[in-house]
């Protein structure tokens, strides 16, 4: 399954500053004034013997050892609740995304579901939520002979209490979902028009391919409530607001629901109408993911030389590992709540996914967004994908399969068609450990803390720029980075010598280049993605619109865009 003896190197030394900045204020454990890790090296370890602690204690050696050199060298990156919370005392979640219950259309519901996200929110999981439940502002409430507030009016109580629990956490702690066929979708798209309302929200609107089909077709469009037509409009002109408001303001995003429920592996059990707070990962009520990234810019031999490769066997081996230490990590979190911890166990979802594509890509010599890098991704993420179902199918053999796999219905999915037969034919034989087992997280700061590799599939923002960076009491600093192949090709030819042409950056490509790279990864992932396609701030609207169309057409389950503009920030400037 792994190789536990392989080789283990010394501790890397931070590249950049910002590196150990980060590991000093995110990941170090410190408790009571004492300091306890001395060096990543006994972060590594004290991360691997936390998830190694459920195995059979003749195996924990072996274990720790294998999930110590996944670790080094930031080959293998935990997400952050695992790498600052696993082996500690602290009351936190290692899960890093939650979406809440479905929320009743109640006072009382929406009061617990609320309490319920505060205790999630205090133990560090970042919560989604989707507000379609609740009945539009202006209808009648009979129990209480008053007209309803609406979803907007709840949104803005999550939002303070999110502001008061978990203070430090900035914007995007939360994510708000709402059907395209709410009467109150309007409203929701232009929530954030006010710059000082709902900003630990991001927000999505869910569309149906039965609304793409009505845009296409120029018919109009029903706001449904309770099974009652409340209003009806162009659906064109709904599709122009939610683009317009985009186009000015990044938000809201778009998903694909049909299709996220379409392609969801455990479609069988559940209707997915909500996301984490980024997005990448649509889950149930209740339902939970932890993340892990396999590192692509440390697999590269011979970077910058006609001779250079993925290390593909290598690659295969560190999502076997990391698949172990995912699913053990379920184990090992702890849940805010008992809903929580149960449809963990039952559904045992876990995320494997990359970062430092654009950087790996840069080392081959091919260009972000080309053919090339297409083909690249789609190779190296179908490896991913059925290194991850061996080592599932295998741990199912060892374990058993996950409570609620119904092998008929689970075979039958798209993710396990698309399988090599060899892997398919494990999967049939053992079954699966893991409900799902993909998705491409946002990994800005743990790819900092590995020395500032591309986040992601992101492309590299740009060679060398400034982050703000939040002192510890709060206070705000810049930081000068270096992208870590520009790094590293200075290393070896000196920081005077240009850089290849093939490197680029968001800066240098077209809108068609990310949503190409988010469509060939798509494929082979089981969840979602966390991409943002960054758009010139001199686009024309009419263009921009077509990118959600080619988003569509191309297969992704969502589309983000961002285009500079006065309304939003950025941490990052060149």
């Given at each position: 399954m792994y190789d536990a003896n392989q080789e283990q190197t010394s501790t890397p030394f931070f590249s950049q500053p910002i590196a150990e900045r980060i590991w000093n204020a995110k990941y170090r454990y410190n408790t009571a004034g004492e300091v306890l890790d001395n060096s990543v090296q006994d972060t590594w370890e004290r991360v691997a013997r936390g998830l190694a602690s459920i195995e059979a204690p003749s195996d924990q050696p072996a274990t720790r050892a294998a999930f110590v050199n996944a670790m080094q060298n930031f080959k293998v990156l935990p997400g952050g609740r695992i790498l600052s919370g696993c082996g500690t005392n602290r009351n936190v979640t290692l899960s890093n995304t939650f979406v809440m219950r479905t929320i009743p259309d109640s006072v009382d519901g929406i009061?617990?579901?609320?309490?319920?996200?505060?205790?999630?929110?205090?133990?560090?999981?970042?919560?989604?939520?989707?507000?379609?439940?609740?009945?539009?502002?202006?209808?009648?409430?009979?129990?209480?002979?008053?007209?309803?507030?609406?979803?907007?009016?709840?949104?803005?109580?999550?939002?303070?209490t999110c502001k008061m629990i978990v203070k430090g956490m900035g914007r995007g702690a939360m994510m708000a979902t709402m059907r395209c066929d709410h009467p109150d979708i309007e409203a929701f798209i232009v929530a954030k028009s006010d710059r000082s309302r709902l900003r630990n929200f991001n927000l999505s609107v869910m569309v149906t391919d039965a609304f793409m089909d009505a845009v296409a077709e120029d018919t109009t469009w029903n706001l449904v409530w309770d099974g009652t037509v409340m209003r009806r409009l162009r659906a064109r002109d709904l599709w122009n607001n939610i683009m317009k408001q985009t186009y000015a303001a990044a938000e809201p995003g778009v998903l694909f629901i049909d299709r996220i429920n379409a392609q969801n592996p455990l479609r069988y059990l559940e209707t997915i109408s909500a996301t984490n707070s980024c997005a990448e990962q649509p889950l149930p009520p209740y339902g939970t993911c932890p993340l892990a990234s396999v590192n692509l810019a440390q697999l590269v031999?011979?970077?910058?030389?006609?001779?250079?490769?993925?290390?593909?066997?290598?690659?295969?081996?560190?999502?076997?590992?990391?698949?172990?230490?995912?699913?053990?990590?379920?184990?090992?979190?702890?849940?805010?709540?008992?809903?929580?911890?149960?449809?963990?166990?039952?559904?045992?979802?876990?995320?494997?996914?990359?970062?430092?594509?654009?950087?790996?890509?840069?080392?081959?010599?091919?260009?972000?967004?080309?053919?090339?890098?297409?083909?690249?991704?789609?190779?190296?993420?179908?490896?991913?994908?059925?290194?991850?179902?061996?080592?599932?199918?295998?741990?199912?053999?060892?374990?058993?399969?996950?409570?609620?796999?119904?092998?008929?219905?689970?075979?039958?999915?798209?993710?396990?068609?698309?399988?090599?037969?060899?892997?398919?034919?494990?999967?049939?034989?053992?079954?699966?450990?893991?409900?799902?087992?993909?998705?491409?997280?946002?990994?800005?700061?743990?790819?900092?803390?590995?020395?500032?590799?591309?986040?992601?599939?992101?492309?590299?923002?740009?060679?060398?720029?400034?982050?703000?960076?939040?002192?510890?009491?709060?206070?705000?600093?810049?930081?000068?980075?270096?992208?870590?192949?520009?790094?590293?090709?200075?290393?070896?030819?000196?920081?005077?010598?240009?850089?290849?042409?093939?490197?680029?950056?968001?800066?240098?490509?077209?809108?068609?280049?990310?949503?190409?790279?988010?469509?060939?990864?798509?494929?082979?992932?089981?969840?979602?993605?966390?991409k943002t396609v960054n758009c010139p701030e001199n686009i024309a609207f009419d263009e921009f619109k077509t990118i959600y169309h080619e988003a569509y057409d191309a297969g992704c389950k969502g589309c983000t865009t961002y285009r500079p503009n006065n309304v939003t920030g950025s941490v990052l400037s060149v």
């Amino acid at each position: 399954m792994y190789d536990a003896n392989q080789e283990q190197t010394s501790t890397p030394f931070f590249s950049q500053p910002i590196a150990e900045r980060i590991w000093n204020a995110k990941y170090r454990y410190n408790t009571a004034g004492e300091v306890l890790d001395n060096s990543v090296q006994d972060t590594w370890e004290r991360v691997a013997r936390g998830l190694a602690s459920i195995e059979a204690p003749s195996d924990q050696p072996a274990t720790r050892a294998a999930f110590v050199n996944a670790m080094q060298n930031f080959k293998v990156l935990p997400g952050g609740r695992i790498l600052s919370g696993c082996g500690t005392n602290r009351n936190v979640t290692l899960s890093n995304t939650f979406v809440m219950r479905t929320i009743p259309d109640s006072v009382d519901g929406i009061m617990d579901t609320l309490k319920d996200a505060a205790l999630t929110m205090q133990m560090g999981g970042g919560i989604g939520f989707d507000f379609s439940t609740i009945r539009p502002t202006g209808t009648h409430v009979r129990g209480l002979d008053c007209l309803a507030a609406g979803p907007l009016a709840a949104m803005d109580i999550f939002d303070v209490t999110c502001k008061m629990i978990v203070k430090g956490m900035g914007r995007g702690a939360m994510m708000a979902t709402m059907r395209c066929d709410h009467p109150d979708i309007e409203a929701f798209i232009v929530a954030k028009s006010d710059r000082s309302r709902l900003r630990n929200f991001n927000l999505s609107v869910m569309v149906t391919d039965a609304f793409m089909d009505a845009v296409a077709e120029d018919t109009t469009w029903n706001l449904v409530w309770d099974g009652t037509v409340m209003r009806r409009l162009r659906a064109r002109d709904l599709w122009n607001n939610i683009m317009k408001q985009t186009y000015a303001a990044a938000e809201p995003g778009v998903l694909f629901i049909d299709r996220i429920n379409a392609q969801n592996p455990l479609r069988y059990l559940e209707t997915i109408s909500a996301t984490n707070s980024c997005a990448e990962q649509p889950l149930p009520p209740y339902g939970t993911c932890p993340l892990a990234s396999v590192n692509l810019a440390q697999l590269v031999l011979s970077p910058f030389t006609p001779d250079a490769r993925l290390d593909v066997a290598q690659l295969r081996n560190l999502v076997r590992v990391a698949v172990r230490m995912l699913d053990n990590t379920l184990d090992v979190s702890r849940y805010a709540l008992d809903a929580q911890w149960e449809q963990a166990q039952n559904q045992r979802r876990i995320g494997v996914g990359v970062t430092g594509v654009a950087d790996a890509i840069a080392m081959l010599g091919a260009r972000y967004g080309s053919s090339k890098s297409v083909f690249l991704l789609g190779s190296w993420m179908q490896t991913i994908q059925n290194a991850a179902y061996q080592a599932s199918a295998l741990l199912a053999k060892e374990r058993g399969v996950f409570p609620s796999y119904n092998a008929d219905a689970h075979l039958a999915g798209p993710s396990i068609q698309n399988l090599d037969p060899d892997v398919r034919e494990l999967v049939r034989k053992h079954g699966l450990r893991n409900g799902t087992l993909t998705t491409i997280a946002p990994t800005g700061t743990t790819s900092m803390f590995a020395g500032n590799v591309s986040s992601g599939i992101e492309p590299i923002f740009s060679t060398s720029f400034s982050r703000v960076v939040t002192n510890p009491g709060g206070s705000k600093s810049s930081e000068r980075v270096m992208d870590y192949a520009a790094w590293q090709f200075s290393q070896m030819h000196g920081a005077d010598t240009p850089l290849p042409d093939n490197f680029v950056t968001a800066a240098d490509l077209s809108p068609q280049d990310h949503v190409a790279m988010q469509a060939a990864a798509q494929k082979w992932v089981d969840s979602g993605i966390s991409k943002t396609v960054n758009c010139p701030e001199n686009i024309a609207f009419d263009e921009f619109k077509t990118i959600y169309h080619e988003a569509y057409d191309a297969g992704c389950k969502g589309c983000t865009t961002y285009r500079p503009n006065n309304v939003t920030g950025s941490v990052l400037s060149v």
